[in-house]
Each structure stands twice: as C-alpha cells, then as structure tokens.
C-alpha cells in the first residue's frame, strides 16, 4: 500500500511526514541526520519532556500569555503522554547535533499535534497549535533540554540509590553470618595475618554506605533546573510571572522538590552537576569492583584455589571442561565498571568542551549518564539476589589455611622479638610444620602462652 503524506516546511526547505504522525518536519530532520546509536529516546525522558511542557503551558496560562483553549489542550496532550500514549512518536536518536533541539522539537512536535486534533483540527495545522509558539512558549532548548534531562537523571538515581540500599543490606547481613569465620587476610596476595570473614564484608557494607552518600549528594544537584532562562539564560522571550512561576508548578505537578538557579546564566553554561554525578557513578563502580575480585579471588578452585568461600552456581563455566561453573555475577559488575570508567571521561571531556553561553554536548552528557544509571542499577540487583546472597562461607578450608599460614609468627613480635618471630616464620615455611608446634618445640613458648598468644579469633580484635 502507498503511504500518504503530508509536507511540512521549515527554514532549509519542504518535507515530507507520514499523514498520520504526531512528529513533524523537524523530528523528521532530525531522524535522517542522526542515525546514530540505533536507540530512540528512553521513556522516562520522554515523560520528563510532558511534565515540562504541562508545566510551561500552565505557567504561561497563569501569566497571561498562552489562551485557555490551547493551554488546555497543550496540558491534555501532556496528559496523555504521561499516561503512556503517542511514545512511539518520539522518534530522534538520544545522541544528536544542536545542543538537544531535536529532542526538544520531537516534544514540541508532538504535543501540538495532538493538541490539534483535541481542538478539532488537523494534523499539521499548525496555525491552530503552534510547536514553537505555543508549545514552546517561553522557552529554549537551551533550558528546556538540561531540565528533561536532570529530571530523567533524579528518578533514575532514585532507582539506583535502592539497590544499593539492598547490597549494604545483604552486606551486613553476611558480616553478622561469618563473624565467627577466621581466615587468613592477606596483603599484595600474600599472607599477612588472620581476619574474620564478616569483618571482610563489613568493610565492604562499610564503603558502599560511603559510596551510598556521594551519590545522594550528587543527585541532589539535579534539583537545580535553569527552567525560566531561555536561551542563555537572561529569560528573552519569557513573560517575567512565567519565569517566576514555572519551576514551581513543575515541582508541584511532580511532587519532587526541584528549584530555579539563583543564576541561570551559570546554570545554563556550567555543568558541574553532571560531572560530580559522573565521579560518584565511576567511583562506585570501581568499589564494587573491587569487591567483585575479592568474591572471585575468595572463591577461586574450587579445589585448587583459595575456596574460602562458595559462590551460587548460576549456569555452566565452559563447552569443553565438565563440571566448571564461573564467577559470572562478578565478572559482569566488573565489566560495568570498565565501561563507567570510560564513560566518565566521555561527560569529562564533554562538559569541558563548553563555550561561552552554551554547552552543545548536553545529548552525549546525558545518554552517557543514563546509560551508566540503568546498567549500574540492574548490575546491582543481579549481584545482590544472584551472587551476594547466597554465598555461604567454606569454614574447614578457612580454618586450615590459618592453622597452615606462617602469618601467625606475627603475633610472637611483642613477645619474642621480631628475629626470632622472623626465623620461626622461615623454620616454618622451609618445613611445613605450623608456626605454633615449632613455637612449642624450641621452647619459644610453653603450652599456656600458645594457647594465650597464637589464638586466632584474638588476633583479628575480637
């Protein structure tokens, strides 16, 4: 069947839409010049876009400037947005040229649109609904564009915040399961002195809770909204009532405590914010990948490694050798860490990129960011039900590894001095024979003072 069209026009010429889309020349502009990623826009920034144009509509009803009548259909539309509709009409690609004006377009598009048919027009009318002179009342992309994307950025982080909550959780669970587990600690990989496995991953709850709070820090910053600013933020073209007003109402619609700039210069020019969000994203992916070659160092063997602790067996470890099962929960959390690493150089490099009034980056900045949320929210849910909580403690092998660990020789320091601790430790590992027997042997120690000094529960503070 021959599609029908409808053309639209713009400043660089005509073009032809399919009849029957919400988007318009603009969107369609866009799709054709940004095939990059393959993605369209995600969800949840196309419902930041709706709550922004409602809000922008309603500020601009309050102040005079836009009818009832369109302002009315403006919201509608918005509602309907927001409730699921029209999604597949928002068709840019998240990475794009111009500073996020496709992606503001593709809104304003859209919105009008179905605004006009609300009214009883026809799509393209756009003397009924104006993308930019009524949708975009007010506006820029140049605050419009940086307002989707810190809201979109906030709701994720809430998302995020929560898993995380859940592994401390499972952290601390696990440290209070194997405070009683002695183990051999161990410094550069080689044997150092005894630590209890629950004081492991306490230590490991412990940096998490840090890494918990440089993130609600940072994702406090996405509060501050340039909304009002237009385009290099003086507020041209805005009516003064709608300036002072929209941020408000967009905070009360959403029911999240956003705030204007007290400079939306600044806030239009610098993003610090991302930047500061980028650093907790990259920070938190290198301590839980850390962790995560602890679990796989603490699980290695099963026979012929550490085999301190068990890992849940998730799926089979190779086509070719019978019986092997890998680390794979851990091994994919590093993996998001690498890719977080170089993602931060990416909102580095492009919040740095800036000029003058304007950054023109803000798309890569933000698709990054996203990016970087959502695999760090889902990798943190996999490693917690998958791997974290399950994971039971190997005690026999923790044991005799201690009872084996010339490490013990440690203890003897105060009491023997560090040449003889030195030469019992070498006796030791030249024989095989266990630091406390040969203690007891040269008459280093009697019976009692082994059994006071060489105790290892009490060498890890108990």
């Keep these: 069947m021959t599609q029908a069209y409808r053309t639209e026009h713009d400043l660089v010429g005509e073009q032809r839409v399919p009849a029957g889309a919400y988007y318009g020349v603009h969107s369609m502009r866009a799709a054709e010049n940004f095939p990059i990623t393959g993605r369209r826009l995600p969800r949840e920034m196309i419902l930041s876009l709706a709550w922004i144009k409602k809000a922008c509509a309603r500020a601009n009803r309050e102040a005079g400037v836009l009818p009832d009548e369109i302002a009315g259909a403006i919201e509608a539309a918005c509602d309907e947005i927001l409730s699921g509709r029209l999604h597949d009409q928002f068709i840019v690609d998240p990475i794009q040229g111009g500073a996020g004006t496709s992606t503001n377009m593709n809104a304003n598009e859209v919105v009008a649109n179905r605004a006009i048919e609300l009214l009883g027009g026809r799509l393209g009318d756009y003397a009924r609904v104006s993308p930019n002179d009524h949708v975009n009342c007010g506006q820029s992309t140049n605050d419009v564009y940086p307002t989707c994307i810190k809201m979109t950025l906030y709701e994720a982080m809430d998302g995020l ?10 952290m601390e669970a696990n440290a209070a399961r194997f405070d009683r587990v002695v183990k051999m600690g161990r410094t550069q990989l080689q044997d150092a002195v005894p630590i209890r496995l629950g004081q492991e991953f306490g230590a490991y709850a412990a940096v998490l809770r840090r890494e918990a709070a440089r993130l609600e820090r940072a994702q406090g910053e996405m509060l501050v909204l340039n909304l009002g600013g237009t385009a290099i933020g003086t507020g041209m073209n805005a009516h003064a ?12 619609l959403t029911g999240v405590p956003f705030r204007q700039s007290p400079d939306l210069i600044d806030a239009t020019q ?10 907790a994203l990259k920070s938190l992916g290198v301590s839980l990948s850390k962790i995560c070659n602890d679990l796989r160092l603490m699980a290695s063997g099963p026979r012929d490694g550490l085999g301190e602790i068990v890992l849940p067996a998730r799926q089979n470890g190779s086509s070719i050798m019978p019986g092997k099962v890998n680390p794979v929960i851990p091994e994919v959390i590093n993996q998001i860490a690498f890719r977080l690493v170089g993602y931060d150089a990416t909102v580095t490099m492009a919040a740095e990129a800036g000029q003058l009034e304007l950054n023109a980056f803000e798309p890569v900045i933000f698709d990054t960011l996203f990016q970087g949320v959502t695999q760090l929210t889902r990798g943190i849910a996999t490693l917690t039900d998958h791997c974290v909580l399950g994971i039971a403690a190997n005690e026999a092998a923790c044991r005799d590894e201690v009872e084996r660990s010339i490490g013990l020789a440690t ?43 060489l105790d290892p529960l009490l060498m890890t503070g108990e």
């Excluded at 915040?161 to 499972?170: D, P, T, V, W, Y």
């Excluded at 610098?270 to 650093?279: E, P």
């Excluded at 003889?420 to 280093?444: F, I, K, M, N």
Aim: with cysteine; proline share 3%; glycine share 6%.
């Design 241 to 252: 009532r709608y300036v002072e007003r929209v941020v408000h109402i967009l905070a009360a």
């Design 411 to 453: 203890a003897l320091c105060p009491h023997i001095g560090y040449e003889a601790a030195c030469r019992l430790a070498c006796e030791a590992l030249r024989t095989g024979l266990p630091v406390r027997r040969l203690a007891l042997e040269s008459g280093l120690l009697d019976e009692q003072e082994a059994q006071r000094l």
């Design 161 to 170: 915040r929560g898993q995380l909550s859940r592994l401390i959780e499972a």
């Design 270 to 279: 610098n993003l610090d914010g991302y930047v500061a969000l980028s650093s």
